[in-house]
């Protein structure tokens, strides 16, 4: 059973913590402040002119209005892009730690650096992220059919709409339980694969579908803890959105105790 006692102290555990979670923290936080100032000095004066523009419906409103919002697209646009290996680097980061857990490595949260190699495993997370969403995209596809067949056949048969719309509901709710469950078992999967034996085999189908029926019970404990881990960041998120700097501080403490918790799930899997 993986205490999650240590895992709470895990971030801290270390002298250097403030050199390599703290650092983390301090980007975070500098991501936030952005994201702050684009909404306090773009996207809030953008809604405010759109408004009354579209109270007052005079021309040169509607102009200043589109141009306030063509201002906020671009800046955010740009923003995005700069900001999008940082964010590829801090998933890597983290998962370079899970990578340091699972192999046994007494000092698993490393100095930062290494740059290319951790961006190089935040997009493969985003990869498989991006595969397996499209994936469970796919597959609402066809409770969607079966639901609108039986909307359109409301008129003329109501017993088979009924059956229809049923049958279309349990799909969906099907669907649902696939998408939590089973999309995120293939991910740890396909997560574990990679860090243990590099990026060609995570596509291996037979490996993945061991792993989860092997280490089942383990994957389903890390899926209920990553759950409340986003539970507790949502809710700090909602309690403190206008102390901008708790929440990167609540979700940086909770990332690195659910790495702990992820490196040592996977330190524990067996291969069949």
Known sequence: MISIEKALKFPFKESNWMKTVGVYFLVLLTLATITFIVQLFFQLPAEI??????????TSLQVAALGA???????????????????????GYVFDTVR???N???????????????????????LVSIILG??????????TIVIIAG????ETSAILAFILLAFGF??????????ILGVKLVQYAMEYIYLKSGFKYIFNLNRIFRLIKTNFKSLIMLLAVEVLTGMINAFAFILFCLVFFVQPAVST????????????????????
């Open 100 to 102: 340091h857990l699972m």
């Open 69 to 91: 919002n063509f201002a906020y697209l671009a800046v955010s646009l740009i923003i995005s892009i700069v900001t999008f290996p940082v964010t590829l680097y801090l998933s």
């Open 253 to 272: 403490a909770l990332t690195f105790s659910l790495a702990y918790y992820y490196g040592e799930t996977f330190r524990g899997i067996k291969e069949a």
């Open 49 to 58: 002119l759109d408004s009354i523009a579209q109270e007052s419906g005079e």
């Open 134 to 143: 499209f994936l469970s995209l796919f597959t609402l596809v066809i409770p």
């Open 104 to 126: 046994g490595k007494e000092n698993a949260i490393t100095a930062h650096g290494n740059y290319l190699f951790r961006i190089k495993i935040g997009l493969v997370r985003m």
């Open 170 to 179: 349990l799909l969906s709710i099907s669907w649902l339980v696939f998408t």
């Open 151 to 154: 909307a359109l056949t409301m």
